[in-house]
């Protein structure tokens, strides 16, 4: 799994003289953003309505239309080689993707969020224990944790889930951990452990607040990140089984046929990850730019 | 610096203890009951009590830990349960197999991560720095099966520059030449997650030290770019990238299977997932255990080189 950019750790910046903008209207004004958002937007829309968008069903095979070409009549983006739809299938095919890395990424953003604030907080030797454990995770090849998984508990979206919370725990960790850190040391933390707050409602109730803006523009990034490594695990076998439509799993079934002239099969399914994947990153960009000017 | 290094080999330890037990717990947690799955449904409790009993199921959970992996210890582990043959048999060809191509595949990281990064360092704002940036961007975004499609559409369908997959060519020698040549797609494929996060990360060491106090002075006195570049901003760069290295194994190892079976490299990907699809739980075992395991040596490898390459260690101070 590859990374998003680290965000630098926070550094205090002076307020600006004029007054500023609302955070809403900077959004608008980030050309990046607004395009990341609405791409997703509208992918996330195209999902929800695939019943009612999709021209065919997406597993009805139909053995008289067998690989039809991209732009044949009523099929067009072509069929596979069972002759189902792709453009149905494709409409189908981000669902279990986006909603599987959207709940686990914000899953691993609360309990990366939780050990980086323990840690940071937490005596030397309890966090020099616990960040160990986190550099040791985060270059743990998770492709053993999929496979583990799966032999576990069968190949499906619970493997994919697994895996994405596995992954990125260790990155939102360190980036928390980090922050985390130079916010101890800040005055407003030294002014609240003074007027009688405990450590724990110091962390709750004034350095969370300050972390928030930086966890949530790092999870943008990183659904985008698993958005592409579940479709290479479904496309492995280990997530989306068939008959399902899922992109990922799109992908491998096109294989086979990619170089015998009906490249769509696999490639439209790779565009949409590839689209999906990029507007995250953008909207993460973006937000960033916003939140954290 | 002796017990530093000292310390660190008593510290995987541990790790290898807390890795072994999750692994071991793969097959106690799985769906399939060893006894029920082998056997035929028409036995009596009492005879699956007996056959239990025979294999040591009954004892508890320790003592099965502590024989399985002395098993595993020993000789690689038990019998596979769907090709009925030793698993060492299995799994150890097929790792030397995906060694080959973790090399291979880290070889490719580290050389085009670095000129990657380089080149666009230096030419930090530039028209070349934006379309690599670009390019990275597009390319960590790629769904890998698709790319590796791709290549081989590429590189053998349209074009017969290169084998479409496998080792070695059937009809060749079978000679080191035709693997070398049987490793570049694969390799490249697998690598190329790893290599632009290594691409990135030297774009930024490289445009970080290129601001740096030293780097003005020495411009100032007059020094070549090209000298600095390579006598100082190299040296300076060159410990992180090391480091970024070692910790990108992890995901060069994630890449690697993900290739084997497009390009249908027979390694321990490939083995893995026909485990996985025949719950085959001694196989699946040993084969997570050996490239967890080697994952962890290659990571301490690392560690020990950064504390050689560290000047205040080498020089004896703490």
């Keep these: ?293 | 610096m002796a017990r530093r290094i000292l310390w660190r080999l008593v510290n995987v330890v541990p790790l290898l203890f807390v890795i072994s037990l999750l692994v071991f717990f793969i097959s106690q947690a799985g769906p399939a009951d060893p006894v029920r799955g082998a056997l035929s449904q028409k036995m009596s409790p009492a005879q699956i009590e007996q056959i239990r009993q025979a294999y040591g199921l009954d004892r508890p959970a320790w003592a099965q830990y502590l024989s399985w992996l002395k098993d595993m210890v020993a000789h690689g582990g038990g019998v596979s349960l769907s090709l009925r043959s030793p698993v060492s048999g299995i799994v150890f060809p097929a790792f030397r197999n995906t060694l080959l191509l973790v090399a291979g595949a880290t070889l490719l990281t580290v050389v085009l991560g670095v000129a990657i990064g380089f080149v666009a360092g230096i030419r930090h704002g530039r028209l070349a720095d934006r379309v690599t940036m670009l390019l990275v961007q597009v390319g960590s975004n790629l769904p890998i099966y698709w790319l590796g499609l791709i290549i081989i559409y590429l590189t053998a369908v349209e074009r017969r520059w290169l084998p479409a997959g496998g080792m070695h060519d059937l009809r060749g020698d079978g000679g080191f030449g035709d693997l070398l040549l049987h490793l570049v797609a694969p390799s490249f494929a697998a690598s190329l997650v790893s290599t632009l996060i290594i691409a990135r990360f030297v774009r930024a060491a490289v445009i970080e030290s290129e601001r740096s106090d030293y780097v003005r002075t020495y411009r100032s006195q007059g020094f070549g770019r090209a000298a600095i570049l390579g006598k100082h901003v190299g040296r300076n760069v060159l410990p992180p990238i090391v480091n970024i290295t070692g910790l990108t194994v992890g995901s060069v190892i994630t890449g690697v299977v993900f290739v084997e079976t497009i390009f249908s490299w027979p390694g321990i990907g490939s083995v893995l997932l026909n485990a996985i699809a025949a719950s085959d739980y001694p196989v699946i075992q040993s084969g997570v255990l050996l490239v967890a395991v080697t994952f962890v040596l290659v990571n301490l490898a690392t560690d020990v080189v950064l504390d050689l390459l560290n000047p205040r260690l080498r020089h004896g101070a703490a």
């Excluded at chain 1, 309890?126 to 508990?153: E, N």
């Design chain 1, 1 to 293: 799994m590859s990374a998003p950019t680290v965000p630098a750790a926070g550094a205090e910046t002076t307020a600006p003289p004029r007054p500023r903008r609302s955070a809403l209207a900077r959004f608008a004004r980030n050309r990046e953003a607004v395009l990341g958002f609405a791409v997703i937007a509208a992918v996330v829309a195209v999902s929800v309505l695939a019943p009612w968008l999709a021209p065919h069903d997406p597993n009805a095979a139909d053995a008289e239309s067998v690989l039809a070409p991209t732009g044949s009549a009523g099929h067009l983006l072509g069929t596979d080689e069972q002759g189902r739809d792709v453009l149905s299938r494709l409409l189908y095919g981000g669902r279990t993707a986006l909603v599987v890395s959207v709940v686990s990424v914000t899953a691993a953003l609360v309990a990366g969020t939780a050990v980086g604030l323990f840690a940071a907080f937490a005596g030397r030797r309890a966090s020099g224990a616990l960040m160990r454990l986190v550099d040791l995770m985060f270059a743990f090849p998770v492709i053993l944790v999929a496979l583990s998984l799966a032999a576990v508990v069968r190949p499906g979206a619970w493997v994919l889930a697994g895996t994405v919370v596995f992954g990125a725990v260790p990155y939102v960790a360190r980036i928390v951990f980090a922050e985390a850190r130079v916010e101890r040391e800040k005055d407003y933390v030294e002014a609240a452990r003074s007027l009688g707050a405990s450590e724990a409602a110091i962390v709750c109730t004034e350095v969370l607040p300050n972390l928030a803006s930086s966890v949530v523009i790092y999870g943008t990034s990183l659904v985008g990140v698993n958005i592409v490594f579940t479709a290479s695990l479904s496309a492995l076998g280990l997530g989306v089984q068939p008959p399902d439509a899922d992109w990922g799993r799109m992908i491998s079934e096109g294989a086979k046929v990619l170089v015998t002239g009906s490249p769509g099969v696999a490639t439209f399914p790779a565009l949409a990850v590839l689209l999906v994947a990029l507007a995250f990153n953008w909207l993460g960009d973006g937000l960033r730019d916003v939140l954290n000017p």
